[in-house]
Each structure stands twice: as structure tokens, then as C-alpha cells.
């Protein structure tokens, strides 16, 4: 059974920075492609960031461009995902995705089966 859980999440005052954290387990990720999504309260899921099997290719929404940085490190099958620079519109639940059907990074939910439970990220203005 494949598991992802993030961790890292917290309440953080605006201009400040968290680092979230995805590990994986009962089946490698180290292949294909991962992701961060959020949630804000009130809206729908949303694309972060994601980044290729290999770590070369990084992708962002514009709004978290120059701020989030994401990284793999495939021998630990864990996800990361620093967030610099906060502000209160980042405030959502993050989730980590993962996908077993590709090595390219999809921007739409459904583009991954799997997920983690979320960790709730709050920034106070």
C-alpha cells in the first residue's frame, strides 16, 4: 500500500518561511514525477509546484515563483517543498502528490493518484 505523508506545516507570521516535508513509502517514487498542491479555505485544490523524476525540471505557479523552491531526494524517497517570503494568501492545507504513470510533471489534479493527508499551513498578516 502506498503511504504519503507531509509534515512541516504550522502557523507562521507573514514574511516568514516553513519547510514542508513528503515521505513515501510502500512503493517508489523515484521514477516519476511529484507535486505540491494547496487548498485555501473556501477553494479548490490548486498546483504548487512539481518536479521531474530526475529533479531537473521544476515548475511553479506564478504566484510562488522566486519564493518556493521545490527538491527530491530519491534515495530517501522524500519531497520537499521550502516556502520563503510567506504571505496570508498562502495560507492552505499543502497536499504532496505522486504518480506512478509518469516521469513528466502534471499541473492538474488529476494527474495523480496518490496523496497525502495534508498539513495545514497558516500565515498570520
Known amino acids: 500500500q502506498v503511504h504519503l505523508v507531509e509534515s512541516g506545516g504550522g502557523l507562521v507570521q507573514a514574511g516568514g518561511s516553513l519547510r514542508l516535508s513528503c515521505a513515501a513509502s510502500?512503493?517508489?517514487?523515484?521514477?516519476?514525477?511529484m507535486a505540491w498542491f494547496r487548498q485555501p479555505p473556501g477553494k479548490e485544490r490548486e498546483f504548487v509546484a512539481g518536479?521531474?523524476?530526475?529533479?531537473?525540471?521544476?515548475y511553479y505557479t506564478d504566484s510562488v515563483k522566486g519564493r518556493f523552491t521545490v527538491s527530491r531526494d530519491n534515495a530517501k524517497d522524500t519531497l520537499s517543498l521550502q516556502m520563503n517570503s510567506l504571505k496570508p494568501e498562502d495560507t492552505a492545507v499543502y497536499y504532496c502528490?505522486?504518480?506512478?504513470?509518469?516521469?513528466?510533471?502534471?499541473?492538474?489534479?488529476?494527474?495523480?493518484?496518490?496523496w497525502g493527508q495534508g498539513t495545514q499551513v497558516t500565515v498570520s498578516s
Open positions: 510502500g512503493r517508489t517514487f523515484m521514477r516519476y514525477a
Open positions: 502528490a505522486g504518480t506512478l504513470a509518469t516521469a513528466v510533471v502534471v499541473k492538474t489534479v488529476n494527474g495523480y493518484r496518490y
Open positions: 518536479i521531474s523524476w530526475a529533479g531537473d525540471d521544476t
